[in-house]
């Protein structure tokens, strides 16, 4: 089992930056791709990024390309997200996600996600 925490959620204002961090604990070798979805109050789970297990593939949706950048910290066994250029609509609740393996077509889709956390919430306002 993989145990995912996030933090890093806050209240910004538009325009602003945020990192947000996943640490992970517990059978890591289980976590070779590791992710950030999110989910807006009443809407569906969408994809942000993933990275691969050794950082080489970074996978972003078309909505956080060019202000946004998934990294990781194997040491640490922690991933990270930094947000530039906030907007009102990147409200959300973020989530980290882990897998042991999933095919490049189907990094987005988080069915194929084995671990979750338990998501830390971001407020951008205008």
């Known amino acids: 089992q993989v145990q995912l925490v996030e933090s890093g959620g806050e209240s910004v204002q538009a325009g602003g930056s945020l990192r947000l961090s996943c640490a992970a604990s517990?059978?890591?070798?289980?976590?070779?791709?590791m992710g950030w979805f999110r989910q807006a109050s009443g809407k569906d789970t969408e994809f942000v990024a993933a990275?691969?297990?050794?950082?080489?593939?970074?996978y972003y949706v078309d909505f956080v390309k060019g202000r946004s950048t998934i990294s990781r910290d194997n040491a640490k066994n922690t991933i990270f997200l930094l947000m530039n250029s906030l907007k009102p609509e990147d409200t959300a609740t973020y989530y980290c996600?882990?897998?042991?393996?999933?095919?490049?077509?189907?990094?987005?889709?988080?069915?194929?996600?084995?671990?979750w956390g338990q998501g830390t919430q971001v407020t951008v306002s205008s």
């Open positions: 990275i691969s297990k050794k950082g080489a593939e970074t």
């Open positions: 996600a882990a897998a042991q393996m999933i095919s490049q077509q189907r990094i987005a889709v988080p069915a194929e996600y084995d671990y």
């Open positions: 517990g059978s890591t070798s289980l976590a070779n791709l």
